[in-house]
Every structure is written in structure tokens, then in C-alpha cells.
């Protein structure tokens, strides 16, 4: 056993015996390299010296053939077995810290690996899974990339590295390593969800809902896909869709925890609340460590009006995760005066190791601002709104001529002089359309009208912008016929409860483009539009954060002027083709006479007045908007011309625009 570390003694007992064999043919085999021709001098006496053959002599591809020299045999089956050993014990390291979510063993354990075997591409793929659970994305990005580069078939790694190029919002390249590993394995179905998932971060919606339907057709029928899918009908507006295709993944598995997480906000949108509240506690008891499903219930608890409740879970998520993000903005925004030590202690903190850009340090400088708000410090909340903005905005790209198009395209779809053929008259509920950019007072506006007891209120329904979406996009024709089907797809998506109200309110704001559409289907609608200062309207969404992409404008003050003036041009079309069907109320008035406003509301819908109507915070009940806290108290005027106090701050947005589209400003 002593001879097995002596690699100088073991050569030496084999050339001995080499000189043993005299007469025969000797075969010097190492493992793994064939064999060598045997020298012309094998056969000389015992008493000529001649040097052992160098190694470097030719070798043919056949199997070795060992000397029965007795170490010999053995340190050559060894040293080999021992690397392979090695090789194994480190990476089965790296799999099992990984698996524990033990991340930066992980990573120790895969650099040794990548110094030891710099051949070896799963290494570099260990340490980038390790790297991007530790938030280092770029590091993670460098590492698969070399681990493709070692070996481009290595379908993992080219996996691993287009999902992390789509977490870092960058869908482009990510598609192109997905379309390489669709064109060797078209069956590949990881693939294939990672490119419908890019396709959605691209904003190529229909695009992803194909991919994710023919993987689905195809029999992969799993809860990753039928999530995903519901994802992508979501953001079309298809809330049934997406509701239908949680309850597929809950009837795989009823204790899918991120299912019962996501579907909680369909539910409550469907008008299901106290079933949307027991799908996210029962995600909260399955998995209690769980932080998404506890953050979904915050935010359910104060859509709910349920504030002390939303308060302390936040406070809940910290104790378990300090500086957590999303935690500390929503109690920023709930209890700062409270917890501002906690909250400016526990963001700063954050900070420090927080990635840049990340929607995590857009979240931490949204609550220092929230502080920085309530502490009546200009200075450093428009520090911390720039910060906030500029992150998120690298996450979110507006397409002004894309948006300019799309404006001039439906202006020319509906001219001057656009017939509208004689609507119903009671026979459904009166469809009430509020639409008006963010913040501009569409949530205030739906609680007052559903203060009448015969109005039914549907909140932001995405349906109508889902129909019309490929009729604009494929510039199809809009006749009777498409008119009465685009009016049966709108009320086939509406709840069997909302059909038995008098008139009922859809109140996405976004639905101002798709007007002309709405009134020739549905000729009996209303339509309020509500118009608010531009400026206190820029002040409100800049120190907002949205989910979703839809709102891509709101984070850089150009995109947001130049989306104003579109706005603008569209509305004023809208009124001059469709003013018969169109109420423009003015925040400001809504808020300083809601009285006034709400008679002349009805009036105008067709409803009879009630109290109910002047007093919206009283009959609030679940609103899943940034309004959901303040709606819930009274009426009141704060908030008007709140621009003056941030005017420097606000000046690339006045700026940027149209005055002749925003007449009055001083």
C-alpha cells in the first residue's frame, strides 16, 4: 500500500519487470491510451542498460494490455478511480448545498470545481444557479455563458442562463438560446415554457398564449404550464380564462401553494372575496415560511380595507426576513408615522446589498419616500422617487412610436361621421364605462355611482381591450356583424350576478382607447371620462409602483408627457366622433362638489340619485388598486395642485407637453 503514493517507485518495479520478460512480446499499457508497439530491443541480453521507452512513442487504439507486474495493476486502476471520485464527491457537493439553499457553499464548492476541472461545464453551471439565488445576476450570466461556451450542447446550462436573462428583463437574447435548443430538440418542453415566458416579457402576449397552447395540446399538462398560461390569459384581460386555469392546477393539487397565492386575486376580482381569502391563509398554513403567499394576504388585507390586519403582516414577514422590500413599502405606506424607525433602519440596511437596477431597490427607495413624504422633506423624497423610478424604468421600455401609431391608427378607424346604429332600451344592464388616465379619480368615480343600490360595480375588467386587440392589431374589419359579436364576447365575460343589475361599471381606465369600439357594439353604454391637472396626475403616478407592464410610461418623466399627449389627442377625437355618449367630469370637481358631480352622474347614466352616492368611502368594499387606502376615507381636496409644492422636480414632465392638448395650465 506504501508504493501506491510513490509514483517513482511503482515505474520502477515495471521497468524490472519489462527486462524479466526477455524473448517475449511486452505491451506497456497505461489505462484509457491503447498500447505501444513493443521495442526492437526487448530481447537483448539481462546485461545491456537500455533506457525505458519514452512515452511519447506512438500509440495504437486498442484496449491496454497491463504488465503482471504486481503495483502496478493497482496504482493505475486507483489513480484513476480516485479522479473520478473526486470529480463526483464535488459536484454532488454543489447539488446537495444547492438543494438546501445553501447558496454560497454551493458556490465555494463549484469555483473549486471550475479551478480543479476548468473542463467541466457543469461547474460554471453550479456556480451560476449559486450566483443568481445569491442575486448576483450578472455573475450568474457570466458563468453559464462559459459553461455553454465548454459545451454548446449542454441543454441545462442554456436553460438555466435564457431564464436568468429573462429575470434581468432581458427577453431578447434569452429567446435567441431558447430558439438553439428548439431547433436540436423541438420537444423540449422546458424550452418551450421559458420561451412563452419570454415572449410575455417581451409584451408579445399572444405570441406567449400560442407557445404555452401548443405546449399544453401537446400533453404537458403540468401546474408550471397551466400557471404560466394563466399568467399570460391574465394579462390579456381573459380573468375567466386565468381563473379556469388555476382551479386546473388546484384540481391536480389542491395544496399547490403558489396557485393558491396567484388565484386569491382572481377570485377577489370575480367578486369571490371571502374565497379569495381562504385560498391565501390556506397558502400561508401549508407553507408558514412561505414570504409571497404572506405578502399576498397584506395585500388582500388592505385591498379589503383590513389595515391593521395588512400592518401587522407586514411586520410579521420582517421579524421572519429583515429589510425584505415589498414588506417595508406597504408599511411605509400604512404606517410610517409609526414605524419610521424600523422602516429608514431596516431599507437602509437593505440597500447596501440590494442588486442595482432590481425592482427590490425600486421597492426600498419607494418606502424611504413614503418616509420622506410624511416627514415633509422635499429634498429627499424627490432623492428617493428618482431612484425608485430609474430602477423600475430599466425594467419597463416605452415604445412612443409604437404609441403614436396605435393612436393614429384608431383616429383613422373611426372618422367623422361614424354611424352608430339605435341600441337596446332596458332590456340588459346600461354598460357605464369610466375610463381617464391612472390616479385621475376612476376608483372614486365607480363608488360613487355603485352608491346606487341598482348599479353594480365590475371594477378594471381587461375584456373589452382583449377583444378589440387583434381586431386592431390585424386591422380586420368592424361591421354589424363583428359589432354584435364583439357585444356577446364582452357580456358572456361579465358574472351571472352583475346581469342582474340595472347598469353596471367597468372602470379600466385603458378602455379610453378602445371607445369607438365600445359605442358601436354597444350603443346603449355611457361613457364618464375623467380629466385631472396633468401635473398633480404626473406627481400621483410618479410615486406609485405597479405590478404588471402596462404602465411602462409612468417611470420616466418623457414617456409619461408624451403618453399624456396621446391621450389627449385620442380623447378629443373621441368627443368630437362619439359626444352624445360622453361625460367628461373633472377631478377636481368630483372631490371639491361630490354632491353636485354624483347628481349630475346619474343623471347622465340614466339612475336615480341617492345619498349613498355623495358619501363613496362609506360603501367601499374590496378595491385592488393604489386607491384602496384612500378611498376608504372621506372625500377631500388635499391633493389639488399638490404639483406647485414639486414644480422643479416635475419640470421635465411640464415640459414635454402639448399646451394646445392641455389648455388652462398656468
Known amino acids: ?159 438555466n442562463l435564457a431564464q436568468t436573462l429573462i429575470l434581468m428583463n432581458r427577453p431578447e437574447p434569452a429567446l435567441a438560446q431558447l430558439d438553439t435548443l428548439l431547433e436540436a430538440n423541438s420537444k423540449d418542453a422546458a424550452a418551450s415554457y421559458l420561451r412563452a415566458q419570454a415572449l410575455l416579457a417581451m409584451g408579445n402576449t399572444r405570441s406567449a398564449l400560442e407557445q404555452i397552447d401548443d405546449l399544453i395540446r401537446s400533453g404537458i399538462r403540468r401546474p408550471r404550464e397551466l400557471s404560466m398560461r394563466a399568467r399570460i390569459r391574465s394579462a390579456l384581460g381573459d380573468e375567466s380564462g386565468a381563473l379556469s386555469d388555476l382551479e386546473a392546477v388546484l384540481s391536480i393539487d389542491p395544496d399547490h401553494v403558489d396557485t393558491l397565492v396567484a388565484i386569491s386575486q382572481p377570485l377577489a376580482r370575480a367578486g369571490h372575496v371571502g374565497e379569495a381569502e381562504s385560498a391565501v391563509r390556506r397558502a400561508v398554513a401549508l407553507s408558514p415560511g412561505n414570504l409571497d403567499a404572506q405578502l399576498r394576504l397584506a395585500a388582500h388585507q388592505e385591498e379589503t380595507g383590513q389595515t391593521e390586519a395588512a400592518a401587522a403582516t407586514c411586520l410579521s414577514v420582517l421579524d421572519q426576513s429583515p429589510g425584505q422590500p415589498f414588506a417595508l413599502e406597504q408599511l411605509a405606506r400604512l404606517k410610517g408615522a409609526e414605524q419610521k424607525d424600523r422602516i429608514l433602519a431596516e431599507a437602509r440596511k437593505a440597500l447596501k446589498t440590494a442588486a442595482e437596477p432590481s425592482i427590490q431597490r425600486a421597492s426600498l427607495h419607494f418606502a424611504l419616500a413614503s418616509l420622506a413624504k410624511a416627514s415633509a422633506d422635499p429634498s429627499d423624497f ?10 423600475m424604468a430599466a425594467f419597463h421600455h416605452y415604445n412612443s412610436d409604437y404609441e403614436e401609431n396605435l393612436t393614429n391608427r384608431l383616429i383613422a378607424r373611426f372618422p367623422l361621421g361614424t354611424q352608430v346604429s339605435a341600441g337596446p332600451s332596458g332590456s340588459e344592464p346600461r354598460p357605464i364605462f369610466v375610463v381617464g388616465l391612472p390616479r385621475s379619480g376612476t376608483t372614486l368615480t365607480e363608488l360613487v355611482l355603485a352608491g346606487n343600490p341598482e348599479v353594480w360595480p365590475l371594477g378594471e375588467l381587461g375584456t373589452a381591450g382583449r377583444i378589440a386587440a387583434p381586431i386592431i392589431d390585424r386591422n380586420l374589419p368592424f361591421e354589424e356583424e363583428e359589432r354584435a359579436a364583439f357585444a356577446s364576447a364582452y357580456v358572456a365575460d361579465l358574472t351571472l350576478e352583475s346581469r342582474q343589475a340595472r347598469a353596471r361599471v367597468d372602470k379600466m381606465p385603458e378602455n379610453y382607447r378602445v371607445l369607438g369600439f365600445l359605442v358601436t357594439a354597444l350603443p346603449d353604454c355611457r361613457i364618464v371620462s375623467l380629466r385631472r391637472d396633468p401635473r398633480d396626475l404626473a406627481l400621483s403616478l410618479w410615486q406609485a409602483h405597479f405590478s404588471g407592464s402596462a404602465l411602462s410610461y409612468a417611470y420616466d418623466f418623457q414617456a409619461m408627457s408624451h403618453r399624456f399627449n396621446q391621450y389627449a389627442r385620442l380623447m378629443n377625437h373621441w368627443k368630437t366622433v362619439f359626444g352624445d355618449w360622453i361625460m367628461e367630469v373633472r377631478y377636481e370637481d368630483l372631490v371639491r362638489e361630490t354632491e353636485q358631480t354624483s347628481r349630475r352622474l346619474a343623471a347622465f347614466c340614466g339612475l336615480d340619485w341617492s345619498e349613498a352616492m355623495a358619501r363613496p368611502h362609506a360603501s367601499a368594499g374590496t378595491v385592488l388598486t393604489l386607491s384602496a387606502s384612500q378611498v376608504r376615507q372621506p372625500v377631500h381636496a388635499r391633493s389639488v395642485g399638490g404639483w406647485k409644492r414639486h414644480r422643479e422636480m416635475l419640470a421635465p414632465f411640464i415640459d414635454g407637453l402639448d399646451k394646445s392638448l392641455w389648455p388652462g395650465l398656468d
Open 1 to 159: 500500500m506504501n508504493l501506491i503514493g510513490r509514483a517513482d517507485i511503482v515505474v520502477g518495479h515495471l521497468r524490472q519487470g519489462v527486462r524479466r520478460l526477455r524473448g517475449k512480446q511486452l505491451r506497456h499499457g497505461v489505462a484509457g491510451q491503447g498500447y505501444r508497439k513493443p521495442s526492437t530491443h526487448a530481447c537483448r541480453p539481462r546485461s545491456f542498460k537500455k533506457p525505458a521507452p519514452s512515452i511519447a512513442t506512438k500509440w495504437r487504439p486498442r484496449k491496454p494490455v497491463l504488465p503482471s507486474v504486481g503495483c502496478g495493476r493497482i496504482f493505475l486502476k486507483i489513480r484513476s478511480k480516485r479522479t473520478f471520485r473526486m470529480h463526483e464527491l464535488l459536484a454532488k457537493k454543489a447539488i446537495d448545498a444547492i438543494n438546501a439553499g445553501q447558496f454560497r457553499t454551493a458556490q465555494k464548492h463549484a469555483l473549486r470545481g471550475i479551478k480543479q476541472y476548468p473542463n467541466r461545464p457543469e461547474f460554471s453551471n453550479f456556480a451560476g444557479v449559486a450566483a443568481g439565488a445569491l442575486g448576483k445576476s450578472k455573475e450568474a450570466v457570466a458563468h453559464f455563458q462559459t459553461a455553454v461556451k465548454t459545451a454548446p450542447a449542454y441543454a441545462d446550462a442554456r436553460r
Open 382 to 391: 424627490a432623492r428617493n422617487l428618482e431612484k425608485a423610478n430609474a430602477n
